[in-house]
Every structure is written in C-alpha cells, then in structure tokens.
C-alpha cells in the first residue's frame, strides 16, 4: 500500500499545473488562462491559426479531463475528482488521457515553433513549460528529453506520450 499512497501523492501533485489560478479546483478558466498566457508570451496573436488551435486545444482538452472527472458536474474538477476521478479511470491507459490532451499539446508545440519551420525546438517548449508553472529546471529536462534524435526538433508523439505518462502513471 505504501507505493499506491505515494502515486496518489504525485498524482495530487500533478493536479497544481492544472488549477492555474490556485483557486483548489481546475476550471475552464484554467484552460483559458493557460492559453492566454502562452500566446502573450509567445506574441502569437489570439485570432492567429496557431491562438486559435491553442484556444480550440484548450477547450478540447477542460471537455475531456472534465467528461472524465467532474462528477458532480459543477464544471469543476476538485483535487479528489482529478485523483479518484481521471487517475482512477485512466491509471492503465495514459495513453487515452493524452489523446485527451493530443489538440492541446500540439497547438503548445505549434506555438513554441519560434523559428517558424513547423516543429518546436526544445528552447521554445522549454519556455512554454515555464509559462504553464514548471520550475526551470524540470522544464530544461522535459524539452532535452523530448528531443529523442538530438535533432534540435520536438517529436509530437513523443511529446504528447510522454504528457500522458506524465499525469498518469507513477513515473516522476
């Protein structure tokens, strides 16, 4: 049981990237205020194609965790919800729980294109992890890692697998 408590606790861990407000419950406002912050740190316009796939990604991806976690249908997600709710039901599948978040992951790694050639380079995902709350160091790891061929672009189904592994499974 003590390795079943310490994936529930990094599990509830996990949940803090998502509420961006800090308010204890993840919200569409999450999702929004995530996107919103990634456009203007990238000067990516919202009426852009690429502000309107992270907009759209967003809101794809606060339908899914909330079509699988708001029990009560408050349109919120509270830190139990997300724990019994979303880990409970996709604990053995990360994959479905990054196909849930597939749109979103892949108008981040758009947005993060900063030189323009259709793929993100780990400096600009790196940033845009920064953004959504992640410690620099942490963010430096994750878009390193994500360059499996060491080829200076971020693979999206890397990207998006890695994403659910993240969330769902007791790797840290």
Do not use: C
Request: proline share 2%; hydrophobic share 40%.
């Amino acid at each position: 049981m003590e390795e079943e408590d310490l994936y529930q606790r990094r599990i509830a861990s996990r949940f803090a990237a998502f509420d961006q407000d800090g308010n204890g419950y993840i919200s569409r406002e999450d999702f929004t205020t995530a996107a919103t912050r990634l456009l203007d740190e990238f000067g990516t316009p919202f009426r852009s194609d690429k502000g309107q796939a992270l907009s759209g990604g967003a809101e794809a991806f606060w339908q899914g965790l909330a079509g699988i976690a708001d029990v009560d249908g408050d349109q919120r997600v509270t830190r139990g919800e997300f724990v019994g709710g979303a880990v409970k039901r996709l604990r053995d599948s990360p994959d479905r729980f990054a196909e849930i978040a597939r749109p979103f992951v892949r108008a981040v790694l758009a947005v993060a294109d900063v030189d323009g050639d259709g793929q993100a380079e780990p400096a600009g995902l790196e940033r845009a992890l920064r953004v959504l709350g992640v410690d620099s160091h942490t963010a430096a790891l994750v878009a390193e890692s994500l360059d499996v061929e060491r080829s200076g672009r971020i693979d999206e189904e890397e990207a998006v697998s890695a994403f659910g592994r993240y969330f769902m499974t007791s790797e840290s």
